[in-house]
Antibody, heavy 120, light 111 residues
């Protein structure tokens, strides 16, 4: 069955960097696009970034554009989110999500999330 | 402020039906048939329950149905059950700078 496991979260000071990973199993990782979605404490879900199955296209929310970079290593079945210049408002539970179908970018499967806390 | 507008709360009694709304604009909900709905129980991973406006993934009960009219999408939950109590989020693809936008979520309470 599809399994997505996020890692790399933690406590980091404002202005610093962090890299999140999402290890996938149970499906053909190199055939599906992937999303990052986050949820700040007490807030709703917020889309962060998307990457095509082959890494050829990437899109970001305005709130992270220029600071975050989504990437993937299909040989390792792993999705990444490089987060630079972190701000307090980036504090959230970060989820990775798999496209529902190879041609449909609905978020069909989700991981359990990894918590990022940006605090001095 | 979320790009899509959802009422913060809704409620219904067991067995009743409730409809949740998701209001967008012509460049998101109104312009694409790529509206999805997610059920989120706190502490758990969100779950896709409706995609492409009205399609249900395998395993999702037919008590859940989706529709769209103009810039407004709707999720109807029929025959409410206790386990339907959760947060519900809509999303849409968008032609604006963002690729996908979320609604602010609706907390559904089963009375």
């Amino acid at each position: 069955q599809v399994q997505l496991v996020e890692s790399g979260g933690g406590v980091v000071r404002p202005g610093r960097s962090l890299r999140l990973s999402c290890t996938a199993s149970g499906f053909n990782f190199n055939s599906f696009g992937m999303h990052w979605v986050r949820q700040a404490p007490g807030k709703g879900l917020e889309w962060v970034a998307v990457i095509w199955y082959d890494g050829s296209k990437k899109y970001y929310s305005d709130s992270v554009k220029g600071r975050f970079t989504i990437s993937r290593d299909n040989s390792k079945n792993t999705l990444y989110l490089q987060m630079n210049s972190l701000r307090a408002e980036d504090t959230a539970l970060y989820y990775c999500a798999k496209w529902f179908q190879y041609y449909d970018n609905a978020m069909g499967n989700w991981g359990q999330g990894t918590l990022v806390t940006v605090s001095s | 402020q979320s790009a899509l507008t959802q009422p913060p709360s809704a409620s219904g009694s067991p067995g009743q039906s409730v409809t949740l709304s998701c209001i967008g604009i012509s460049s998101d909900v109104g312009g694409y048939n790529y509206v999805s709905w997610y059920q989120h129980h706190p502490g758990k991973a969100p779950k896709l329950i409706i995609y492409d406006v009205s399609k249900r993934p395998s395993g999702v009960p037919d008590r859940f149905s989706g529709s769209k009219s103009g810039n407004t999408a709707s999720l109807t939950v029929s025959g409410l059950q206790a386990e339907d109590e959760a947060d519900y989020y809509c999303t849409s693809n968008t032609g604006n700078n963002d690729f996908v936008v979320f609604g602010g979520g609706t907390k559904l309470t089963v009375l």
